[in-house]
């Protein structure tokens, strides 16, 4: 390489070297690689040359563009980690802060009360569980003490879908209730779970639709009794529709998969549709005591372990609280309705304490 050369080299390596930012690293590319850059120039002037000195000028000048353009591209990336390395240091997140208001956007009244339900339950120490929408026959039915040809399985007017390899028909889980299986299966007691989700049903009117959401509640621990179930419940009631003294009534019922079971009910008015008075009663979920053979087919042995387990139906509640009368427009995305029954994202979701 020339004198020439190689000094344009050098130059150009500390000059490089120098820059500190990414204004002054262009300002050296430009005169080094521009329209009037040095080099540029250089490779203007071949065409003077004798095509002999052309061919070895114009080689040595190619590698010595080659080799600026790799310094210049390594300092471009060095300077881009050390900017970005400089405002992570500078830059604080204070996750602390209130979220800035935002102009549009609501949460839907089906998420909100899921939150609600999973707020108050959480008060108490109950965690979320889930579990997939499609089930099998033994975790929907047979495991929860429902027999095959049980009148539950057509009560519940269940969707089938296609038979597997196994010849089995899996199912659109017609509640929540399979989560309590999954539950009992993945860990050992004690355990405090709510799982809210979809569920499905063949079964279409206004207070009906063919999917729907539950919340299920399952306790599990040594010494659970009914006043536990009691307790919880009434708190959660009392609590979610913000009435201190709402009336809450336990009606012995049936579920197979339960033992005692109960329907609980809250006092309303009829007529008015006012809850908390009027000398009424409206079922709003059912519950129970775990049944032991369901612990046992859960491979949790009933004689230590007792619990209780309730489900309740998310737009029922969601309906009640505020007064809406109709399930369709649930599902019918009109904007009208959404913003008329959403809720601001900002509104904190804990009620008030649970109890207080
Ligand atoms: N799975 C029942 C239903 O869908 C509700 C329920 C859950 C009852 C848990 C008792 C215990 O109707």
Redesign the pocket.
């Known amino acids: 390489m020339s004198d020439e050369l190689t000094r344009l080299k050098s130059e150009t390596e500390a000059a490089l070297a120098a820059v500190s930012d990414l204004k002054a690293w262009d300002a050296v590319r430009v005169s080094v690689l521009g329209r009037n850059g040095s080099l540029t120039a250089l490779l203007k002037g071949l065409g003077a040359l004798d095509p002999v000195s052309r061919r070895e000028r114009g080689a040595a000048l190619n590698r010595l563009r080659d080799e600026l353009t790799q310094a210049i591209e390594a300092r471009r990336v060095a300077l881009e980690a050390a900017e970005l390395d400089a405002r992570l240091a500078a830059e604080r997140l204070d996750p602390s802060l209130p979220p800035l208001p935002s102009p549009s956007g609501l949460i839907h009244p089906i998420s909100r009360a899921a939150e609600e339900i999973a707020a108050l339950f959480g008060a108490m120490g109950f965690r979320i569980a889930e579990g997939p929408d499609i089930e099998d026959d033994w975790r929907n039915f047979g495991a929860l003490n429902i027999p095959a040809h049980h009148s539950a399985r057509e009560d519940?007017d269940t969707f089938y879908l296609a038979a597997g390899a196994d010849g089995r028909r899996p199912v659109l889980r017609?509640?929540?209730?399979p989560v309590?299986v999954r539950t009992m299966l993945s860990a050992p007691p004690p355990i405090r779970v709510i799982v809210p989700g979809r569920?499905y049903r063949a079964d279409h009117d206004a207070t009906h639709s063919p999917m729907f959401h539950?919340c299920?509640?399952l306790a599990i621990d040594r010494g659970l009794t009914l006043g536990h179930l009691k307790g919880c419940l009434i708190d959660f009631l009392r609590a979610y529709f913000g009435i201190g003294d709402l009336p809450v009534r336990f009606r012995s019922s049936y579920?197979p998969?339960?033992e005692p079971?109960m329907e609980v009910d809250i006092g309303w008015n009829r007529k008015t549709g006012e809850l908390g008075r009027g000398g009424d009663w409206l079922e709003i979920?059912?519950?129970?005591m775990v049944h032991p053979k369901v612990l046992a087919n859960c491979g949790i042995d009933p004689r230590e372990w007792q619990g209780f387990?309730?489900?309740m139906g998310i737009e029922r509640v969601a309906m009640l609280k505020n007064g809406i009368p109709d399930l369709r427009p649930f599902y019918e995305s009109d904007l009208r309705w959404l913003r008329h029954y959403g809720t601001s994202a900002l509104l904190p979701t804990m009620l008030h304490e649970v109890g207080a």
């Not at 979920?285 to 129970?288: A, E, F, I, K, P």
């Open positions: 519940m017609t509640h929540t209730s309590q569920t539950q299920e509640g579920f998969f339960t079971s979920l059912g519950s129970g387990a309730f489900g």
